[in-house]
């Protein structure tokens, strides 16, 4: 426990190396939150993974900026004595925002591990030093476009491609992926971007053989997922419809997917993400480590997540190049047989780089205790 003197929000843009598209829209560069957190004892950092637009779910950024300043960080203030254990009893008024939650939860723990001079990776109860990654590809222009980028990735040493779909995007794009690499692990993304209606371009997946098909339908729904996954034999994998492991708990019990895709930041923070590794594990369900394009402060977190026993899948735990031409902490890298390594050094491990987190910050704002 420990009393939390002062935190600085701040909104960062980094330009992307290419664009991001997706079902939902097209992203040039990643725009975040992030929170530094100073203790008694030390500070800690935290990465929001929300974006500029409510597109992947309702937060954005400037919304999680003021539940952060106006509600989560006064709330931290008049705590006094603390611990990132407590934080969510503590933001139980404010309903929903996980994303915000997970920033303060997120950095509190970082600094409360700093102290003890303790590695996130270690706390979650990590059994690797190193993890198996896998790249995400945007809805690309055209289907010569999305099979070089594939091979490109595939040169790179990444052991799974996730290819985004969308309705006109979908079928024939697979199969070109397929027909020139028929071993890969291969997977694609819709983003809620379909109906139930839609149920035969799932079947159509099939003979594919994809590792997953994630979050077909809607960005909430657990019901139709679960009539979809009786529908097809390709597993279902649920992304923005877990938001808790109450959620992950109530999807394999309802059949909705047979795969979770666990986002520390969608569901509130390392704690509740350990949790759901916890519940999904213990019903024999593999999970794996997605990624919201993270700068290296959100990536190094993720590391550590990814890192637990039941995260058995590639994560979309990509080298920082993939994303930015330059990162905000010294860039990760993988190896060429597609593996990272995870941070070792206390809490996350990472801090950004003074003059590179200056030339990225639009806006700071320094909140004091007291
Ligand atoms: O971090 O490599 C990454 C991106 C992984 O595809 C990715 N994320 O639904 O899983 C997902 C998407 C959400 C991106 S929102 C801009
Ligand atoms: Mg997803």
């Not at 939390?4 to 598209?21: D, I, K, Q, S, T």
């Not at 004595?81 to 997970?102: I, S, T």
């Not at 979770?260 to 923070?269: A, D, E, H, M, P």
Request: charged share 25%; net charge negative.
């Amino acid at each position: 426990m420990t009393r939390v003197r002062a935190v600085e929000l701040r909104l960062v843009g980094l330009g992307l190396v290419r664009p991001f598209r997706t079902s939902f829209g097209q992203m040039t560069e990643k725009a975040c939150v992030l929170a530094k957190v100073e203790t008694d004892d030390a500070i800690g950092w935290g990465e929001c993974v929300a974006g500029a637009e409510p597109d992947f779910s309702e937060e954005f950024n400037e919304g999680a900026w003021l539940v952060l300043r106006d509600l989560l960080v006064p709330a931290l203030f008049a705590a006094g004595d603390v611990g990132a254990a407590r934080l969510d009893e503590l933001f139980a008024f404010v309903r929903g925002n996980p994303m915000a939650k997970a920033t303060l939860v997120n950095a509190l723990l970082d600094a409360e591990l700093r102290a003890q001079g303790r590695s996130l990776a270690s706390f979650l109860g990590s059994e690797r030093d190193r993890v198996e990654c896998g790249v995400s590809i945007g809805i690309a222009p055209t289907a010569e476009a999305l099979l070089d980028q594939v091979a490109g990735h595939l040169l790179e040493g990444y052991r799974r491609i996730k290819l985004k779909i969308e309705p006109g995007a979908d079928l024939e794009r697979v199969r070109a992926v397929r027909e020139r690499h028929p071993d890969i692990l291969l997977s694609v993304d819709a983003n809620a971007a379909y109906t139930l209606e839609d149920a035969d371009v799932f079947r159509g997946l099939d003979p594919f053989e994809l590792l997953m098909v994630e979050q077909p339908l809607h960005h909430e729904d657990l019901v139709d997922h679960a009539k979809l996954q009786r529908q097809i034999r390709t597993d279902l994998c649920l992304d923005e419809s877990i938001r808790s492991a109450a959620h992950a708990e109530a999807a394999i019990e309802l059949g909705s997917c047979r795969i979770v895709n666990i986002k520390q930041g969608r569901v509130g923070g390392v704690l509740e993400a350990k949790r759901v590794h916890d519940v999904v594990s213990a019903r024999g369900v593999p999970v794996w480590c997605g990624g919201m394009l993270e700068t290296g402060i959100g990536r190094a977190t993720n590391l550590a997540l990814a890192s637990m026993p039941g995260f058995t899948l590639p994560g979309d735990t990509s080298a920082s190049r993939r994303y930015f031409h330059d990162d905000l902490t010294e860039p990760f890298e993988m190896a060429p047989d597609g593996t990272m390594a995870v941070p070792d050094e206390p809490g996350i491990g990472v801090q950004p780089l003074p003059e590179r987190l200056r030339e990225c910050t639009h806006r700071l704002e320094r909140l004091t205790a007291g």
